[in-house]
Nanobody, 117 residues
C-alpha cells in the first residue's frame, strides 16, 4: 500500500529546466529522510540529493549549484528543481524514503529525464 510516485520527467534541450515531483502515500511523510537517485544506461545508481527530516540538504558534486531539493510535508511531496541541464544528466530518476527509527526504506518506480538537442 505504501507508494512513491515520481512525475515531471521528459525531453528537454541542454540548458533547459525540469521540476520532478515524488508523491508519497500511506506513510507519515514528516518522519522520513528523503533522497533523489539517478541511473544512466551502463552506470550504477548514484545519489543526487537528499533532504532530512530537519530540512537539511546535501548534493552530489555533479549537480551542486544547478539542482535544488525541497519537500512539502503538508502535501506529502518531494521535489527536485533541475536547472542548466546537461546531456550527462540523462537518466532515470528515483525517489527514496528512509525511516531510521522503524528501519524501513521505500523506492519509487522512476521517471525518465532525457537532455538532448
Amino acid at each position: 500500500q505504501v507508494q512513491l510516485v515520481e512525475s515531471g520527467g521528459g525531453l528537454v534541450q541542454p540548458g533547459g529546466s525540469l521540476r520532478l515531483s515524488c508523491a508519497a502515500s500511506e506513510i507519515i511523510f514528516s518522519y522520513y529522510d528523503m533522497f533523489w537517485y539517478r541511473q544512466a544506461p551502463g552506470k550504477k545508481r548514484e545519489l543526487v540529493a537528499e533532504i532530512g527530516r530537519d530540512g537539511s540538504e546535501s548534493y552530489s558534486d555533479s549537480v551542486k549549484g544547478r539542482f535544488t531539493i525541497s519537500r512539502d510535508n503538508s502535501q506529502n511531496t518531494l521535489y527536485l528543481q533541475m536547472n542548466s541541464l546537461k546531456a550527462e544528466d540523462t537518466a532515470v530518476y528515483y525517489c527514496r524514503a528512509r525511516s531510521i527509527l522503524i528501519e524501513e526504506t521505500y523506492w519509487g518506480q522512476g521517471t525518465q529525464v532525457t537532455v538532448s538537442t
